[in-house]
């Protein structure tokens, strides 16, 4: 278990590991947290300006300010780590991953403040697995839950925004959406992200991280090869890396 044994910096500014739990949880909040479309406009048209794989890596890292807030207060954070670690894995080939199951009738409390946020995560989780493998264009939109989900957890809320910002910034500068279709074309249209180029854990968490192609492969390869494929449930060591 090598990969995610350190904590990023600006998770640790953020004050997400070892925080009380401050945060509201209501059956309204985990409600708009589920079904959060409509609601967000503005993000949703940023979100869908990012490519495929840009999107799933948003994604992983945005699950990871979530495996870091639980990590030492549920049991289910190992769960967590193994799908992110899969998460990237599937940036790479998909064919080498697992489906990200989730089981709707799980037996924990999703009203409870902890199990809740976790079991939304993994239902939106196993949705973004399911749209990324797919090529659906909804895929951007769908991590839009993940991301207000991990914000509302956060206790400094402002470190958060600042990431964000930052880092979609320059997603949408080095990894702009490809699929040139209408937005009427979108639903019956799928984006073809073999050709997307790969990201890396890196872009999102270190700063000293100068973005190039061959750059993210090697650390996007690093990081997978430290899987434990014995371990991890959901990763399976089948196919040649993609962008070997």
């Not at 080498?96 to 199990?115: G, K, M, R, S």
């Amino acid at each position: 278990m090598k990969n995610l044994k350190k904590i990023p910096k600006i998770i640790v500014q953020a004050k997400v590991a070892d925080h009380l739990i401050d945060y509201k949880w209501t059956p309204k909040i985990m409600e708009k947290l589920i079904d959060p479309v409509g609601e967000n406009e503005g993000l949703e048209h940023i979100l869908n300006q990012i490519s495929h794989k840009a999107s799933m890596g948003l994604a992983a890292a945005t699950l990871e300010w979530i495996f870091w807030r639980f990590k030492e207060l549920s049991t289910k954070s190992e769960d967590i780590r193994q799908r992110i670690e899969t998460m990237w894995s599937s940036i790479e080939n998909p064919e080498n991953t697992n489906d990200l199951v989730f089981d709707i009738e799980l037996d924990f409390p999703a009203n409870n403040y902890i199990d809740g946020p976790i079991w939304v995560s993994l239902m939106n989780v196993r949705m973004i697995d399911i749209l990324y493998k797919k090529g659906s264009n909804f895929l951007q939109t769908e991590t839009l839950g993940l991301i207000l989900l991990a914000r509302h957890i956060t206790p400094k809320k402002k470190t958060f925004d600042k990431w964000f910002d930052d880092n979609i910034n320059k997603l949408i500068n080095f990894y702009p959406n490809q699929n040139l279709n209408s937005v009427n074309d979108l639903e019956d249209s799928l984006y073809d992200y073999s050709k997307d180029p790969v990201i890396c854990r890196e872009f999102f968490f270190d700063s000293s991280f100068e973005y190039n192609e061959e750059q993210s492969k090697k650390a996007l390869s690093d990081f997978i090869s430290n899987i434990n494929y014995q371990k991890n449930q959901y990763c399976i060591k089948r196919k040649e890396y993609a962008s070997a």
